[in-house]
């Protein structure tokens, strides 16, 4: 067989799933303005926040159909889109991630692909549609989470959670996935720019994930289609797939595996990592494990050094307003971003860490050494090319330092009170 033969008989056999995903210009500049913005406020807000136990409450083994009378007795009469977006641009962050359907089923907007939505109730008014408009209005943007698991529709074939919430003999993939699709569909061509769809489920099949097929690739393409600039991300807690333009860790940092989700490669994909103020995504009465202002910014100040944002979640309440204490949480990070941010926006990983310690960010030809423990007395920093001026950033006073074999050493004194100690190293 000659060899033109043997390559004509390949191409026969190439599957068309095996073309490569090519992000359009937009996208492309899309995830740069992404990853430059290094903060984002996710939002949890579903039926389940009516119940205040956390948005898997249904998973204990309730009743779909008990669960849905909720809905009709969902009147968050103090919800007020313009305070929620307000507050979070106060804080600093760059987006909004707000859950349209979580895995409970119930829709936050107008759909018309199902009636078991937020227009079926009291309140009868379309949340997406608020955000939205006042995202644009103020200037920020708006991410939309999207469930693949659904724990109410008889349709969808249910993996391993919500086995107990719904009768499970229907399962119709196919119908599910028109369903999805549809839905996606109206969340991109009815509300305006959106930037990003954040799925999350896939690994409610993780056990038969070879056997089960999501279909994703053409979820994606339609993603991509409708909206070239939307980012596609999923929680997948794996390397990401082809077709997706951002990369997710649940409650790690990249690079570290607290949590036990976060085993997975670093792809060269703009990284963001979730976590929650308290404990829990959807808000829970018990939960007022608030994380401190100060833990808090350490943590966007380690994802920024890893070059990744941090979306930040809050849990809003049943009548439609944000607890208290995060809201005093998002007002403390804006006061230290808008003294700061220029050493966190815009920066990409520093590349030296010193555990969670000290981290480094960069911008150009300026290091940004935060330390973030007040037990580091000094520091020995390796550096590539040569240091012209070593300053606080607060202060912007020069600080004693010695330079010798590409090493940074200096002693730090680092003011009472501050989460980050700022030193800005400019490079030759
Ligand atoms: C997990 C949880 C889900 C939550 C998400 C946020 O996937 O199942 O409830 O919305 O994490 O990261």
Avoid at 23 to 33: C, I, V
Avoid at 274 to 301: F, H, P
Wanted: hydrophobic fraction near 35%; charge should be negative.
């Amino acid at each position: 067989m000659t060899l033109t033969l043997i390559l004509a008989l390949l191409a026969t056999f190439t599957p068309i799933t095996a073309q490569t995903y090519n992000p359009t210009p937009e996208n492309l500049k899309a995830r740069q303005e992404f990853a430059d913005s290094k903060f984002g406020i996710f939002l949890h807000w579903g039926l389940y926040s009516m119940f205040a136990q956390g948005e898997w409450y249904m998973n204990r083994g309730i009743d779909s159909k008990e669960y849905a009378k909720a809905a009709d007795a969902f009147y968050p009469h103090r919800f007020d889109a313009e305070s929620w977006v307000s507050a979070i641009k106060a804080s600093g962050a760059k987006y909004i991630c707000f859950t349209s359907r979580h895995h409970e089923g119930f829709s936050m907007w107008d759909t018309k692909q199902s009636d078991y939505n937020i227009m079926n109730t009291p309140y009868g008014r379309d949340v997406i549609r608020q955000l939205a408009d006042e995202c644009h209005r103020q200037g920020i943007k708006l991410h939309l989470y999207y469930s693949h698991i659904d724990w109410t529709r008889e349709d969808y074939p249910a993996g391993r959670t919500g086995r107990t919430t719904k009768s499970l003999d229907n399962p119709d993939w196919r119908g599910y996935y028109d369903f999805m699709n549809a839905q996606i569909t109206e969340l991109l061509t009815q509300y305006g720019e959106i930037g990003a769809i954040w799925f999350d489920g896939w690994w409610d099949h993780d056990s038969d994930s070879t056997a089960f097929d999501w279909e994703l690739p053409y979820q994606y393409e339609l993603v991509h289609r409708l909206q070239p600039a939307c980012l596609v991300g999923n929680n997948h807690h794996q390397t990401p797939f082809e077709g997706e333009d951002i990369q997710i860790f649940e409650r790690d940092v990249p690079g570290q595996n607290k949590a036990g989700l976060s085993g997975q490669e670093i792809s060269r994909l703009p990284l963001e990592t979730c976590q929650t103020m308290n404990g829990m995504w959807g808000y829970k009465v018990a939960d007022q494990n608030y994380k401190s202002t100060t833990e808090l910014i350490r943590l966007l100040v380690q994802t920024s050094g890893k070059g990744a944002n941090l979306l930040l979640n809050i849990g809003p309440q049943p009548d439609g307003t944000l607890p208290e204490t995060a809201l005093a949480r998002l007002s403390d990070i804006g006061q230290w971003l808008s003294a700061n941010g220029e050493a966190i926006y815009g920066t990409e990983s520093g590349g030296y860490a010193d555990g969670e310690k000290v981290v480094t960010t960069r911008k150009g030809n300026r290091l940004f050494i935060h330390v973030i423990d007040e037990t580091v007395g000094s520091l020995n920093i390796p550096i590539e090319g040569k240091v012209k001026s070593v300053v606080s950033f607060a202060g912007q006073t020069a600080l004693d330092y010695k330079f010798r074999d590409g090493h940074l050493t200096m002693e730090v004194i680092i003011p009472a009170d501050t989460p980050d100690y700022i030193i800005e190293v400019t490079l030759k």
